[in-house]
Every structure is written in C-alpha cells, then in structure tokens.
C-alpha cells in the first residue's frame, strides 16, 4: 500500500529565512504528488500538484522519484506562510481520486 | 472552484447515538469522498461516495458503521452510527469537479465530539 511521510511535525524559521517541508512516499508505481495547506481557521486548499511544475505563493515542489521525494520549499518565508502543510499522493486505474495523506507539518514563520 | 458546505459544523453526542452529516456543493461534480481526521492524526479516506449506488469503502471502514447516501449529484451524507469516544473527530467531505480534474476541494469539515 502507498504511504506517506513527512518527518517534521513542527517547523519554525524566521521571515526571510529559507523553508524546506520534507514529504518522502512509497509506492512502486508513478503517482501524483500535491501539497494542500490549511490556514488558520480556513478549509484545506490545493497548494500546487507536480505535475503542473507551478510556483505558487513562492512555493516549488520537485518530485524526485529517485529518492522518492517531493520536498517544499520557499527560498524568504513569510509571517503569512504559517499554516498547516500536507502532503498528498493519488495512484491511477481504480484509485484514482482518493488522496493519502501525510501527517502533516505545521510551519511557524516568527517576525 | 467548488463551493462546499457541511452540516452540522461541529457536535456534541451520547454515546450509543448517531448522527449524519451534510455535504453540499453548489455545482455537479463527479467524484464525492469522505475523509476522517481524528485528533492529532492526518487525514484518511472513509469512502468515495457513488452517485446512485452503494459507497465504496476504505479498509478499516464498513456500511453498517459509517452508512454513505449520495442521491445525486450536488449532495451526500454520511451517517457515523452507534458511536463511541473514538468517534470524536473531524469529518471532510471532498469533491473533484469534472473540468478540475486533478484538484480536490475540501468542505470545511464537522468536528464531532463523542461522550
């Protein structure tokens, strides 16, 4: 079965540092890798997904199937940036559409 | 984008009791899921909600403990019945939109409380 890790609960930097959300997954075929974000007191929402190879809010994602990875990151980081992250894999064929989701890691941005 | 809405937003219930939940989107969309996010854990997948037929579940989840309905295309229900403390969680209703295919959209989820 696929799974999904993100090995960082908590993640703290300072505005203007550089940001990295670590997500590592297993599954043996090629997936779709997303990242979903949930501010304070707002519904989750779609960050960016890999296969659009988009920028979102100064965020990338590179999906590295060699390592089997799809890290996040942001090179200044904002107050506005805290929030709760997620990372989401969805497989094809009769599975496709449900999501599996990873811990997630809460990210503080401090002044 | 897809605009869902979930009723009740958040509940207190008996042990023993049961409650069903509403989901509903302001468009037809084609894929309807329920996910569950007990405390301090990720989201998972209860079930997809199948228009016109029975929901298929997630391993761990079955009908008679999480009954689905989905009798058309804007709306479904998922009922938790006969519940206990381990119940108490978050339940998201999501939805994928035929010309959205690859985005899911997120309803703002029922916090439910289990005594």
């Known amino acids: 079965a696929q799974r999904v890790t993100q090995p960082e609960k908590l993640l703290s930097v300072f505005k203007g540092a550089p940001v990295e959300l670590k997500c590592n997954y297993s599954y043996s075929g090629s997936p779709e890798l997303f990242w979903y974000v949930q501010y304070s007191r707002q519904r989750l929402q779609l960050l960016l997904r890999h296969i659009s190879r988009e920028s979102i809010k100064g965020f990338t994602a590179d999906l590295n199937k060699g390592e089997t990875s799809f890290h996040l990151k942001k090179p200044f980081a904002q107050e506005e940036d805290s929030a709760m992250y997620y990372c989401?894999?969805?497989?094809?064929?009769?599975?496709?559409?449900?999501?599996?989701f990873g811990q997630g890691t809460i990210l503080t941005v401090h002044p | 984008s897809a605009v869902i809405s979930q009723k009740p937003s958040r509940d207190i219930c008996q042990r023993g009791t049961s409650l069903t939940i509403q989901c509903q989107v302001d468009s037809q969309v084609t894929m309807m899921f329920w996910y569950r996010q007990q405390p301090g854990q990720s989201l998972t997948l209860i079930a997809t909600?199948?228009?016109?037929?029975?929901?298929?579940?997630e391993s761990g989840f079955v009908i008679d403990k999480f009954p689905i309905s989905r009798p058309n295309l804007t709306f479904s229900t998922l009922t938790v019945s006969n519940m206990s403390p381990e119940d108490s969680s978050i339940y998201l209703c999501?939805?994928?939109?035929?010309?959205?295919?690859?985005?899911?959209?997120f309803g703002p989820g029922t916090r439910l409380t289990v005594l």
């Open positions: 989401a894999l969805m497989i094809g064929g009769t599975s496709y559409g449900k999501l599996t």
């Open positions: 909600a199948n228009q016109g037929s029975e929901a298929t579940y």
């Open positions: 999501s939805v994928v939109k035929a010309d959205i295919p690859n985005e899911q959209f």
